[in-house]
C-alpha cells in the first residue's frame, strides 16, 4: 500500500495542482487567515478597483470545512482524476484547456445577473463530475450503499441531494451547463457533423512542458498541435 506521498505524487499533474490549491485556499479561510470576500468574484470588483485576481481565485473555494467540502474534494481526487488518466491520456494540454474553458464559461454565466455566484470553485468541479459522467455513462455507482445506479445519472442525483439537504443548486447547474456545452462542443456536434469548432489552442501547451507538469508523463510524449487537438470523446448507449 502506498504512502498517502506517494499517493499524492502519483496523480496527475493539473488535477493534483488544483485539488492542492483547493484544499490550501479553504483551509487558508477556514483558519481565518483569509476572509471569503477578499477571493469572491465580484465583477465591480474587478473593474473598477482592478481587482482581476477575483476572475483566478474565486475557483480555489469550496466553502468552509464540512461533510460537503470532503465530498467535493472526493470528487476531485476520483472523477477529475480518471479522467485525466483515462479519457485524456497523453494529452495533458487538452485536458487543462476543459478546465480553462469550463473557468471562462462560468465566468461568462456569472456575468448574467440571476446567475451570479461569488464562488465558482463548486461549479468547476460539477462540470469534471458532468464530463466524466458522459465519458463513463455506464459505470455502476453505489451511493452511500443503499441504491446503484449507471453514472450517467450521476450528476442529476447529486442536484437532487442538494435540494434534499437545503444546500445552494446553482452552482451545480451551472456545473452542468459548463460541461454539457464543452461536451457538446467537442463531441456530440462533431459526431452528427464532422465538425470541430472547439480545439486546444496552441498557447495552452507550453504550459504542460513545465518541469512540475511534464516530469511524470515523461514516458509517454504529450500530444502536439496539429496532430488532432480536439477532444476526442466517444458516444455510448445508456443500455448495457
Known amino acids: 500500500m502506498s504512502s498517502p506521498g506517494e499517493y499524492y505524487l502519483s496523480l496527475p499533474p493539473i488535477i493534483r495542482a488544483y485539488g492542492t490549491a483547493c484544499l490550501a485556499v479553504t ?13 469572491a468574484l465580484i ?15 474565486s475557483f480555489f473555494f469550496l466553502g468552509k470545512f464540512s461533510i460537503n467540502f470532503g465530498i467535493r474534494l472526493l470528487m476531485i481526487a476520483r472523477y477529475g482524476v480518471q479522467l485525466e488518466q483515462a479519457t485524456f491520456d497523453r494529452r495533458t494540454a487538452d485536458f487543462l484547456w476543459m478546465m480553462i474553458f469550463g473557468g471562462l464559461t462560468l465566468l461568462v454565466l456569472s456575468a448574467i445577473p440571476f446567475l451570479w455566484n461569488p464562488f465558482l470553485g463548486i461549479s468547476l468541479v460539477f462540470m469534471l463530475l458532468y464530463v466524466w459522467s458522459r465519458e463513463f455513462p455506464n459505470a455502476q455507482i453505489n451511493m452511500y450503499g443503499l441504491v446503484t445506479f449507471k453514472a450517467f445519472y450521476l450528476p442529476w442525483t447529486m442536484l437532487a441531494l442538494d435540494v434534499i439537504f437545503g444546500s445552494p443548486i446553482l452552482p451545480d447547474l451551472l456545473g452542468i451547463i459548463a460541461g454539457h456545452l464543452y ?20 498557447w495552452v501547451y507550453p504550459f504542460t512542458l513545465l518541469p512540475s507538469v511534464n516530469s511524470r508523463a515523461a514516458a509517454q510524449p504529450e500530444q502536439q498541435p496539429g496532430t488532432g487537438t480536439a477532444f476526442r470523446g466517444r458516444s455510448y448507449r445508456l443500455s448495457d
Do not use: N
Not at 483551509?27 to 477571493?39: D, E, N, R
Not at 463531441?187 to 489552442?201: D, F, I, Q
Open 183 to 202: 461536451y457538446f462542443l467537442t463531441v456530440l456536434h462533431p459526431l452528427s457533423t464532422g465538425r470541430t469548432y472547439l480545439k486546444t489552442p496552441r
Open 27 to 39: 483551509t487558508v479561510c477556514s483558519l481565518q487567515l483569509l476572509h471569503p470576500a477578499y477571493i
Open 43 to 57: 465583477y465591480e470588483d474587478v473593474f473598477y478597483r482592478l481587482q482581476v485576481w477575483r476572475l483566478f481565485t
